[in-house]
């Protein structure tokens, strides 16, 4: 009776109560009537329309897109699909793995799975664009890489359209004697805003982890 109600609570809204509760009396599974449901509703909500590149809030127009296929994982364009796999994962709500993809020794690779997971509670909808990695670059036996990223998100709450432009920034091990495989494998070390024109990859890395992985607003 309680699930009842709770359906027709959230139909009445619009007038699709009386569907609902027919579905209900026909022997429908309650949470799929609920699925069905908030699927309509997704349906009349404001789109997602991420502004196209070269346009403000967009990626540079200038750049080459990510490559896709076979490409060496080494390389910056493989950095680029560590990239593109963790906003996979982030629109499948596959938190924990999205998380793998963050350096262990970072504030953000060491949380809990849990505290992880929470940052991303306020969005119903998480998707982005992936642009093209800058060139990398070496620094204390290490390379590094940066990636722009244009986060384009549905708010939980109100259901709204969020727009953001991000830069990813990731790490690896150069193939020396003594480095593990895990070491010499691009792992995420910082998210922040976006930057045009970013005088050095590495300089970036010694500022504050993104505490908002490139989505959550403080």
């Not at 429908?28 to 502004?51: I, K």
């Not at 003594?178 to 024109?197: F, K, L, M, N, V």
């Amino acid at each position: 009776m309680t699930s009842l109600f709770l359906v027709a609570a959230l139909a009445a809204c619009d007038g699709r109560e009386e569907s609902a509760l027919d579905n209900l009396a026909n022997g429908a599974n309650v949470v799929q009537v609920q699925n069905s449901f908030t699927a309509e509703a997704q349906a009349v909500l404001e789109p997602l329309a991420p502004p196209a590149p070269g346009t403000p809030g967009g990626l540079p127009a200038s750049r080459e897109p990510l490559v896709e296929g076979t490409i060496d994982p080494n390389s910056a364009q493989g950095a680029a699909q560590v990239v593109q796999g963790y906003y996979g994962l982030l629109e499948e709500k596959r938190f924990s793995d999205a998380q793998d993809l963050w350096a262990d020794r970072s504030a953000i690779g060491s949380q809990d799975d849990a505290a992880f997971a929470a940052r991303f509670r306020g969005f119903s909808e998480i998707h982005a664009n992936i642009g093209a990695p800058g060139e990398a670059e070496g620094a204390a036996g290490s390379l590094y890489v940066s990636v722009p990223v244009q986060v384009y998100a549905r708010v939980a709450a109100s259901g709204k359209p969020w727009y953001v432009l991000r830069q990813v920034t990731l790490r690896r091990v150069n193939d020396v004697p003594g480095s593990s495989a895990a070491d010499r494998r691009w792992h995420i070390e910082s998210i922040g805003p976006y930057a045009p024109q970013v005088a050095s990859v590495v300089a970036e890395t010694s500022a504050a982890i993104s505490a908002t992985d490139g989505l959550v607003r403080p």
